[in-house]
């Protein structure tokens, strides 16, 4: 689940609300000047806040970016589990559809998480810690991948079930879902283009295991 808390009250909702608005100070900073340019100060000042007040809730800047960065990824996976079908588990090839086409933004804010996600990405790659956290995050959602590539492909099989001859095509999809995202948000592609890729070659994938199918 998100980090939101959106259900709490009183003084515990005040606290929740200035933490966000806190953190989406740095989202503004990393869309429009990148990671190198955050700081406390900057922080404080783009929130409206004291420099106290931030280094009350996050000490370091290192505490600051590696919150945001927890923060971006469950905003991005909060997204496409709330678009996920309710009651369609018999009908994985839909939820693959589904979980694919969320990958790839198609409204302005959308495009503005995934900007600020591939930038945190990059900021991740020499901080262990966060890598870490970037790995595991990729390898779950593949994870997920090949569990509804099964579920298609064998629909007699149990629907939980992920299958390791799945594991190519599933970081294959994850891949092209996630360059694509890239290129609608340097307006190469539009959403709409890019998920018409995503699906043609979902149907393609698809076919082929059946066609070969005993």
Known sequence: MGRGSSGVRGPGAAHEQRRRDILEAVFTIVDTEGTDQVSIRRVADTAGVSLGRVQHYFPT???LLAEAFATINDQGADRVRGRLPKGNASDPE???NVVLSELIPDTDSE???VRIAQAFEVYAHTRPALKEHLTRGYDELAFLLMRLLHACVHPQDDADRASAEFHTEAYELLALATGLAGL????????????DIITARLDGMLGAYRRTRP
């Not at 609608?184 to 998920?195: F, G, I, K, M």
Request: charged share 45%; glycine share 0%.
């Open 184 to 195: 609608v948000t340097t307006e190469n592609l539009d959403a709409r283009q890019a998920s």
């Open 61 to 63: 800047k290192d505490d």
């Open 111 to 113: 495009r503005r998480l």
């Open 94 to 96: 839909r939820v693959l």
